[in-house]
């Protein structure tokens, strides 16, 4: 599975981003897929999780409300949609497949994951 993130950039608090990730393999659509991301200095934490059927979500609480991931199994990509963005949403974002469990938000079950695209937010 190849992973190719985009859609990154900058934004001032209060706007919009969409993140999207295109993966490679017909296999795609039997993947929970996830976004994390990682700031300066910290830890790579989880962002969103979708199963494989779009049917469950899951977000860090520090997102929920504001951020909308997505999944388009014909396309083989998922999308982060991001609104009222703060200052600490400042981060790479990666977009990672988990090919081996049913169901995760722990990194560590995610074996495939893309380069990763650079969010800033300016207050």
């Known amino acids: 599975v190849q992973l190719q993130a985009s859609g990154g950039g900058w934004v001032q608090a209060g706007g919009s981003l969409k993140l999207s990730c295109a993966a490679s393999?017909?296999?795609?659509?039997?993947?929970?897929m996830g976004w994390f991301r990682q700031a300066p200095g910290k830890e790579r934490d989880f962002v969103a999780a979708?199963?494989?059927?779009?049917?469950?979500?899951d977000y860090a609480d520090s997102v929920k409300g504001r951020f909308t991931i997505t999944r388009d199994n014909a396309e083989n990509t998922v999308d982060l949609q991001m609104n009222s963005l703060k200052s600490e949403d400042t981060a790479v974002y990666y977009c990672?497949?988990?090919?081996?469990?049913?169901?995760?938000?722990?990194?560590?079950?995610?074996?495939?994951w893309g380069q990763g695209t650079q969010v800033t937010v300016s207050s």
């Open positions: 990672a497949a988990d090919t081996g469990s049913s169901w995760s938000t722990s990194m560590n079950e995610y074996d495939y």
């Open positions: 393999g017909r296999t795609f659509r039997y993947y929970t």
């Open positions: 979708i199963s494989w059927s779009g049917a469950i979500t």
